[in-house]
């Protein structure tokens, strides 16, 4: 049986920007290297197998942080786990656009997990992340989970 140590919030929020980190490393490095490879992942169904490889195991290591996140979270004092929450936000969904449209798109297809940290927000800082999100990308371009992310912070 593990033992799991118990982890700091500092220290979940920074395990969480790690693993973004590696995360779009992969994605760059899974480019393909020759016209051979660009033809053979445009005919296959799932496109590059890299690429589906990085976005499956970051989905389970995102997933297993934004956990550990939110539970320490829940044993913070509110003014802290708002101050992390944000900051947490802001690695997910502020991030520098990167100019490599699998990569900008695998992380979009991600921020939909950010409605975890929203219970850690008061009102108006959601309002004024809802705001700013709606100047990075129009509610009329977002993806499905983009939006319900943003209404979910337009409540109040």
């Not at 992969?26 to 496109?47: D, H, Y």
């Amino acid at each position: 049986m593990e033992e799991h140590t118990p982890v700091s919030a500092p220290q979940a929020l920074e395990d969480l920007e790690v693993c973004y980190r590696d995360f779009i490393e992969k994605l760059k490095k899974s480019k393909a290297s020759s016209v051979g490879e660009v033809m053979g992942n445009f005919f296959r169904a799932q496109g590059n197998p890299r690429v589906s490889y990085a976005v499956e195991e970051f989905d389970a290591a995102m997933t297993e942080r934004l956990t550990t996140l939110t539970a320490v979270l829940e044993t913070c004092p509110a003014e802290e786990a708002c101050r992390l929450a944000a900051q947490a936000l802001e690695l997910m969904l502020f991030y520098p656009v990167p100019t490599d449209h699998t990569v900008a798109f695998s992380l979009s297809a991600f921020e939909g997990r950010a409605m975890a940290l929203l219970p850690f927000l008061p009102p108006d800082k959601q309002r004024e992340i809802a705001s700013r999100y709606a100047r990075r990308t129009t509610p009329r371009q977002m993806l499905p989970n983009q939006k319900k992310l943003w209404k979910a912070l337009s409540q109040f």
